[in-house]
C-alpha cells in the first residue's frame, strides 16, 4: 500500500474566537488511521477515530468519522476523549470557491507529494460547539475551506491565511520535490468582494523571501507580502509518508501585516490581529 493521506481544514472566526477543524485519513503500510485535530487561541487537540467509520465524497464535499460530520453545508462533532470532548454544529452559508482549481496545470503532474485544493475563500458560519468546557459561537461569522492530500506535507513551506471586512487570502510557498530535483512552489489568492488576485508558480510567479517569519511574493508587478508580528503556537501533528509522525507549529490567530501592491500602487494594507500562520522554514 503506498503512503497517503487526505484531510481538509474548516476554519471559523468570530470577533472574539477562532477555531480551526481538521479530519484526515491516513494510510500507510502498517495500517489506515485516522485522525481530528482541533486548535483554539488556547490549544489543540489530537484526536484518533476509528479509521472503518470513516467515508467521503468530494463533489460535494462530505466527510464523516466517528460521528463527526463535515460538509460543503456545516458541520458537527461529536467527541468524547478523556482529554478532548467536543459537541456542537455550526451551519455553513454559500462557499465561495476559486474560479479555477489553485494547483492549475499542476493538478496533471503526477507523483506530487502534495496537491492542495481551496474549497471556500469565505463563507458565513452560524451555530455553536462547545469544547472542553469552553462556548464557540458564530453568528454570520466568516469560514475558510481548504485540502490537502498527497504522502507528505513539505519539507519546508510558509502558509497564511487571513480574513478583513469583506476579504479573505491564503498563501503558500513550499518546498516541491519533482523526482531528484526541487523547485519553491507559490500559490496565493486574494479575494475581494469584486476582484479575486492569483498568484502562483504557473503564473510566473515567484518567492523572493522566506525568512524570519516574513514571506514577499512576486508575479510581474504585483506583490505579495505577509509577515508574522508574534507566534503563539500551537502544535499540530502533520503527515510524512502518510504517517501522523511530524509535528508543526501552527499560529491558528495571531498578528501579521499584508501588502498587496500591483504597478507601485498599494491595493491592500493592513495588520490583523486574527491571521492563521504557520512558517516551517528554517529560521
Known sequence: M?????????????????????????????????????????????????????????????????????????????VEQPDCQAHGSL????????????????????????????VSMRHSVTGSLQINGQDFCFDGSPGYIEGDRGSSFPSAYVWSQCFWPGGSLMLSVARVPVGPAAFTGVIAVVRTPDQEYRMASYLGARAVQTEQGKVVIRQGATELTARLLEQPAHSLLAPDQGAMRRRIRESVCCRAVYQLTRHGRTELDFTSGCASFECEYPR
Open 91 to 118: 451551519s455553513f452559508g454559500p462557499l465561495t470557491p476559486l474560479r479555477y482549481d489553485i494547483m492549475g496545470p499542476f493538478r496533471y503532474v503526477p507523483g506530487l507529494e502534495c496537491r492542495h485544493s481551496v
Open 2 to 78: 503506498k503512503p497517503y493521506f487526505c484531510g481538509w481544514y474548516f476554519k471559523c472566526q468570530s470577533p472574539q474566537q477562532t477555531l480551526a477543524v481538521i479530519p484526515s485519513i491516513h494510510r500507510t503500510p502498517e495500517g489506515t488511521r485516522c485522525w481530528l485535530q482541533l486548535i483554539t487561541r488556547k490549544g489543540a487537540w489530537h484526536v484518533p477515530l476509528p479509521a472503518e467509520s470513516f467515508r467521503r465524497s468530494d463533489h460535494p464535499l462530505d466527510v464523516t468519522a466517528g460521528g463527526n460530520h463535515f460538509s460543503s453545508t456545516g458541520l458537527s462533532l461529536a
